[in-house]
């Protein structure tokens, strides 16, 4: 089967960036996991109170806190981190196999191509619900630590705010921007890699079916068929004699 060598190409590149985008999805969230020592900022749910605390005499001191009632469910991160391991994965895979099929100059059979093909759409909706439901829930998370702007900094400078907890919050806002980035720019690429999917399938299909017809149209084309080019060119009429 021939190869498209542009279409391969391309195919290879989407694969280099989603190796690098899966991994800047799982990173930064294993590094909030880690600061927040396993516990999820999607979805959690809260509120600031503020404490009378008396540290010197005749001068008491009112704190504000964040009160975390619920932390969000640990599916709600780990969904995301999932999507960014197998994107990686996947693809550092899926280069691999291209670079042999530039080298080796032949290309996937017609059902490896459907899978692909199916493959891709899967993890294109997948990667799409796990950017929602981060781009959601840290929306959430910023509304509970602003109090739903009502405090007087954004979410980007609670980072330096205090909540008094007994997790890391210096640098969420950092990570879980760069996550939910990364992630969308996974989606993004999972949807080229379905398009070259169905156009490499297309191609497939395409050489399968016009392939063997191929040698019989140019052989009809030129009016030579290899039937007729064993036979012996036919003997001309022998001219009747007449006997006086």
Same mark, same amino acid.
């Given at each position: 089967?021939?190869?498209?060598?542009?279409?391969?190409?391309?195919?290879?590149? #989407?694969?280099?960036?989603?190796?690098?985008?899966?991994?800047?999805?799982?990173?930064?969230?294993?590094?909030?996991?880690? #600061?927040?020592?396993g516990r999820?900022?999607?979805?959690?749910?809260?509120? %600031?109170?503020?404490?009378?605390? $008396?540290?010197?005499?005749? #001068?008491?001191?009112?704190?504000?806190?964040?009160?975390?009632?619920?932390?969000?469910?640990?599916? #709600?991160?780990?969904?995301? $981190?999932?999507?960014?391991?197998?994107t990686a994965?996947?693809?550092?895979?899926?280069? %691999?196999?291209?670079?042999?099929?530039?080298?080796?100059?032949?290309?996937?059979?017609?059902?490896?191509?459907?899978?692909?093909?199916?493959? @891709?759409?899967?993890?294109?909706?997948?990667?799409?619900?796990? !950017?929602?439901?981060?781009?959601?829930?840290?929306?959430? %998370?910023?509304?509970?630590?602003?109090?739903?702007?009502?405090?007087?900094?954004?979410c980007i400078? !609670?980072?330096?705010?205090?909540?008094?907890?007994?997790?890391?919050?210096?640098?969420?806002?950092?990570?879980? $921007?760069?996550?939910?980035? @990364?992630?969308?720019?996974?989606?993004?690429?999972?949807?080229?890699?379905?398009?070259?999917?169905?156009?490499?399938?297309?191609?497939?299909? @395409?050489?399968?079916?016009?392939?063997?017809?191929?040698?019989?149209?140019?052989?009809?084309?030129?009016?030579? $068929?290899?039937?007729?080019?064993?036979?012996?060119?036919?003997?001309?009429?022998?001219?009747?004699?007449?006997?006086?």
């Amino acid at each position: 089967m021939e190869l498209d060598r542009r279409l391969l190409l391309v195919h290879c590149a #989407a694969h280099t960036l989603s190796v690098f985008a899966g991994l800047l999805v799982v990173v930064p969230l294993a590094l909030n996991g880690s #600061a927040f020592k396993g516990r999820c900022a999607l979805f959690s749910t809260g509120y %600031w109170r503020t404490d009378n605390h $008396t540290e010197l005499p005749r #001068a008491p001191v009112e704190i504000s806190h964040l009160v975390v009632q619920q932390w969000g469910p640990p599916a #709600a991160c780990q969904f995301g $981190t999932f999507v960014g391991v197998f994107t990686a994965l996947y693809a550092a895979a899926q280069g %691999w196999r291209s670079l042999f099929y530039l080298h080796g100059r032949h290309d996937d059979t017609l059902f490896s191509s459907f899978l692909t093909l199916l493959l @891709s759409l899967c993890m294109l909706f997948l990667s799409g619900g796990a !950017s929602v439901i981060l781009t959601l829930g840290f929306a959430s %998370w910023c509304d509970t630590v602003t109090d739903d702007n009502s405090r007087p900094y954004s979410c980007i400078e !609670s980072q330096s705010v205090p909540f008094y907890l007994d997790v890391d919050t210096s640098s969420f806002y950092t990570e879980l $921007t760069l996550a939910e980035a @990364s992630l969308w720019f996974v989606t993004a690429l999972w949807l080229t890699q379905s398009i070259l999917s169905f156009l490499r399938l297309y191609h497939s299909h @395409s050489q399968h079916i016009t392939g063997p017809c191929l040698p019989r149209e140019k052989e009809f084309l030129l009016g030579y $068929t290899p039937s007729e080019g064993s036979q012996s060119p036919p003997h001309p009429p022998a001219t009747p004699t007449v006997a006086v």
